[in-house]
């Protein structure tokens, strides 16, 4: 492996462990400031959920921290257990966002089609650049020609899906702040500034998550567009 491929692989598992750390932080620390509201990650979601007239989703509890996440296979609204009974900002910023989701698939917002119609494809794609590399490593299988094409190809399909996903959420997060302020669960002033905090630090882990795939993407295009090798061989 080069130097340029030792250097390539730091820096985007540096840029992944900064994007998850400052979640982290950020998350941890508004989880102290509570929301004058008094109102639990649970109750939000209901109160948003039935004002949108969502009636099919069912709001559960899930341990694990930052399990937080909108299943729309299965209507399910799953947020740990700490925003699920939390009453912090970051509770329910993190609550409203996950019911973003949700108001998004009840209009078919089209990013967020866009996004389950590729699921499939890039699960395939996950076990393309995680497996193929050691098949190349160990077998000698493929040509190098055949190699960089389908890591080209999965690393693209993943960073098409990483891409879509950034309006996914980013739209998830205003609607989440429109929603908190309009029903009365955050006041403007100090608990907006935390809820923003909040929902923009996690935002930075899907645009670590693209950035990186875009990366390896370049990185596996630009030798078959140039004929060159890969600087793994």
């Known amino acids: 492996m080069s130097l340029l491929a030792i250097s390539l692989f730091v820096f985007t598992m540096a840029l992944s462990l900064w994007a998850t750390w400052r ?13 004058a509201s008094g109102h639990t990650g649970a109750q939000t979601a209901a ?4 004002a949108a007239q969502i009636r099919d989703v069912e709001i559960v509890e899930e341990e694990g921290f930052l399990g937080d996440h909108y299943d729309p296979i299965n209507k399910r609204l799953v947020l740990s257990s700490e925003n699920y009974h939390g009453t912090s900002t970051a509770a329910l ?6 019911c ?14 866009w996004r389950m119609a590729a699921v499939g494809a890039t699960n395939y794609a996950n076990m393309a650049v995680t497996f193929l590399p050691l098949l190349g490593m160990f077998t000698g299988f493929l040509s190098t020609y055949t190699g960089l094409l389908i890591m080209a190809i999965a690393w693209g399909v993943i960073m098409l899906f ?13 609607r989440a702040k429109l929603i908190l302020g309009q029903m009365g669960f955050i006041r403007q002033g100090e608990e907006a500034v935390a809820v923003n905090k909040v929902l923009n630090a996690a935002a930075l882990t899907y645009v670590a998550a ?4 875009l990366i390896y993407f370049l990185w596996y295009l630009i030798p078959l567009l140039t004929g060159g090798r890969s600087s793994n061989d």
């Open 162 to 174: 990483n891409l879509v996903t950034l309006p996914v959420e980013f739209d998830a997060s205003n």
């Open 100 to 113: 973003g989701h949700a108001l998004q698939h009840k209009v078919a917002y089209a990013p967020l089609e």
């Open 93 to 98: 910023g993190i609550a409203a966002h996950e």
């Open 47 to 50: 109160a948003i959920l039935a």
């Open 210 to 213: 693209f950035l990186t795939s």
């Open 23 to 35: 979640v982290k932080r950020t998350v941890m620390k508004y989880s102290e400031v509570p929301a």
